[in-house]
């Protein structure tokens, strides 16, 4: 496996093959948890791993030199898949200065014992000269922490650039031109809809500081690093930092006894007869959160079903829109649907979550017990207008 960035910078961190759940998100693929080492007349590791894979972490780096020639360890996030190795890690490389800025020492503080370790506290725009390479360290808060930032290799035109442009992934390849770009495009899209989506203000404001470095080869921390591809997920970032709509429709629901399912079935339905329109049908009780939340992103407009239950929504239901509100996606128009039996509440339960997030197009469309003839009608043209209203953008 080909580890090498340039002479004498490397990969060694640890590919998480098995791992399928990451605090919610479903990672059907995997990940990695990337750490580099730039050796230099001072070497530096970026970043560390999960706590479980340090001893990986140590052989990887032994593999190229000795624990106790690591000069400084650079902590650029300190949310634990980066972080938890480093009390291993501070430990074996005992030479070592930890590298951060303020904000990550307090968030390092309140997870570790650090009593014993050496902090070198940098500021935005400062450099570190390692030897014939330096480090620059750029601040990018809420890309997706307070403490978050990045490491610039001027020499090397290298970014580190932490969990930007990162994919849950886990390959035996390392670079962007060993897989097929839309596998790697895809399993980024994954990752910024279900971790990054709240932050696309931070993130424009990141790409606009950071867009002036000359760059040959963005690493992030997890997944595939970026070679000769950057441009392309560049353009992607842009898009997804404003969740911007495409010509999509996605129709989501959670049924009880099938009645929400076939109003689910006649709004596409309706939706379909609109040309131009990608139109998604997903039933929230056989569909994870994680893909949901992906198809929601660049859609234009939704229609979120539920049946009515103990006076609110399914709870399949209110699980997805929990996630989905949180995630703030912008720029989607909606409304809600869905059956009862004596007393209305799911659809209007949905919709009172979803009107402070999105644009609604209507009130909820109800359905007493089973669907006749009638409301299939208003069924299938909600979900015309639904189709119209992505078809117009
Ligand atoms: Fe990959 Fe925000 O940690």
């Known amino acids: 496996m080909n580890t090498q960035l340039a002479q004498g910078i490397d990969w060694v961190g640890y590919a998480d093959w098995t791992v399928r759940d990451f605090h919610g998100y479903r990672t059907e693929n995997g990940s990695t948890y990337n750490a580099y080492l730039v050796r230099d007349e001072n070497t530096a590791l970026i970043d560390t791993v999960k706590g479980p894979y340090a001893g990986t972490l140590l052989a990887h780096i032994s593999a190229h030199c000795p624990l106790e020639e ?35 020492k307090d968030a390092l503080s309140r997870h570790y014992d650090v009593s014993g370790w050496k902090f070198k506290i940098i500021t935005e725009g400062e450099t570190l000269c390692l030897g014939r390479r330096s480090l620059r360290f750029f601040n990018t808060p809420m890309v997706h922490w307070p403490e978050s930032m990045v490491t610039y290799v001027p020499e090397d035109k290298i ?22 770009l839309g596998e790697i495009i895809s399993a980024a899209k994954t990752y910024y809809a279900n971790i990054v989506m709240p932050y696309g203000k931070t993130v424009m404001a990141a790409l606009t500081k950071l867009g002036t470095l000359p760059l040959d080869i963005v690493a992030p921390s997890h997944g ?44 596409a339905e309706g939706a ?7 139109v998604k049908l997903i039933d929230v009780n056989a569909t994870h959160d994680t893909v949901t939340v992906t198809e929601i992103m660049d859609c234009a407009a939704f229609a979120a079903g539920t ?21 703030r996606p912008q720029n989607k128009s909606y409304f809600t649907f869905g059956s009862y039996g004596w007393a209305e509440k799911g659809a209007t339960a949905a919709d009172a979550m979803l009107a402070p997030v999105c644009e609604k197009l209507r009130d909820p469309l109800a359905c007493r017990f089973r669907p006749d003839a009638s409301l299939l009608k208003e069924c299938r043209a909600a979900g015309k207008m639904l189709a119209e209203k992505a078809a117009s953008i």
């Open 70 to 104: 690591v000069r400084y360890v650079i902590c650029n996030h300190a949310e634990p898949d980066h972080s938890s190795a480093l009390p291993a890690v501070m430990k074996a490389c005992a030479n070592a200065e930890l590298v951060c800025n303020e904000k990550c």
């Open 159 to 180: 970014l580190f650039s932490m969990d930007a442009f990162g994919q849950h992934i886990s390959t035996s390849e390392r670079f962007d031109d060993e897989l097929p």
């Open 224 to 267: 595939l690093i970026w070679r000769k591809h950057f441009a392309e997920i560049l353009k992607c970032y842009q898009d997804w930092a404003v969740t911007k709509a495409t010509k999509k429709v996605v129709v989501f629901f959670a049924s009880m006894w099938g009645s929400t399912r076939i109003m689910a079935e006649e709004i």
């Open 272 to 278: 379909l007869e609109v040309p131009g329109v990608d």
């Open 307 to 327: 049946a009515t239950l103990n006076m609110g929504m399914m709870p399949a239901m209110a699980r997805t829109l929990t996630y989905m509100c949180g995630l």
